[in-house]
């Protein structure tokens, strides 16, 4: 490593996977880039990390729905002298309803964090880390990019499906610099991810079996990307789903996903 003290840049780090890798990088003695909506969550996260590992935090409070964020964070970064090792590209959210029954406001807003925002940080962030020889790039995907899509929630494994291959492409591109790329890719994970998508009672329903809590996806997909995996699927169970799926004719795999959706997606349409 370049520094003494990595220094790791986390979005979504309010809650959920976000906060559980921004923990999980303080505790292996980075320093942090805390970047979410909820400051107030930002601060007391920061000093949380500050009195039991001894980090140094910095908080940006910033909605990567618009589209200016990207550029404003880093040019801050550059202002403030903060060189970032480590970025994991984790803010997200779902939307729910199928695509005609949301404004396009709406979904154009998704596609900017979903998206935009991850793509535009990896360019801005990586010729540093290039340049400097190490550097380490998680996206937050999901097994979501590996299944047929659903009805309902109709870009959300779009989304996930284009960070996949973006980190293939990456991981190619920047492995001779130094600079591991990885696409971290989780099944039901405890978080409030659901809360805010309203369906959390439909998700209570699902075997306990199937579920992963936010420490253990973020400590995975730290293990992950510094052994140079590019696409980790964490937890057997959601590895097995995935060999299935792309063992299904795709016709097969579609139906199933159809008949399935309504159990676990807000058509509101």
């Known amino acids: 490593m370049p520094n003494e003290r990595p220094r790791s840049l986390v979005t979504g780090a309010s809650a959920g996977i976000g906060a559980a890798f921004a923990r999980a990088l303080a505790a292996r003695g980075h ?16 000093e949380a990390l500050r009195e039991r590992h001894g980090t140094h935090s910095t908080v940006f409070a910033a909605d990567l729905a618009d589209p200016a964020a990207p550029a404003r964070l880093c040019d801050a970064l550059v202002e403030s002298g903060l060189d970032v090792d480590w970025l994991v590209n984790n803010a997200g959210y779902g939307q729910p309803g199928t695509l005609v029954a949301n404004p396009w406001q709406a979904h154009a807003d998704f596609i900017q964090v979903m998206m935009t925002a991850p793509t535009e940080l990896a360019r801005r962030l990586l010729p540093g880390m290039r340049e400097r020889g190490y550097g380490r790039l998680v996206n937050v995907a999901s097994l ?21 291959k973006m ?3 990456l991981a190619l591109e920047n492995q001779a610099a130094g600079v591991h790329v990885s696409a971290l890719c989780p099944g039901f994970t405890w978080s409030e ?11 209570n329903a699902m075997p306990r079996f ?10 995975q ?21 995935k060999a299935f799926a792309e063992l299904l004719p795709d016709r097969l795999a579609l139906w199933l996903s159809h008949r399935e959706s309504a159990r676990y997606r807000n058509l509101h349409d």
Request: proline letters at 2%; glycine letters at 8%.
């Open 210 to 219: 199937m579920w992963l809590t936010a420490e253990e996806v973020a400590h």
């Open 193 to 203: 991810f659901h809360d805010v998508t309203g369906t959390r009672e439909k998700m």
């Open 31 to 46: 320093d942090l880039v805390l970047v979410a909506r909820r400051e107030d969550r930002l601060h007391a996260l920061a």
């Open 144 to 164: 979501a990019g590996f299944v047929p899509g659903t009805a309902g929630h109709t870009l959300y494994a779009a989304s996930k499906a284009y960070l996949i």
């Open 221 to 241: 997909g730290i293990e992950a990307v510094e052994r140079g995996a590019v696409v980790y699927v964490p937890g057997r169970v959601n590895r097995a789903i």
């Open 167 to 169: 980190s293939q492409s």
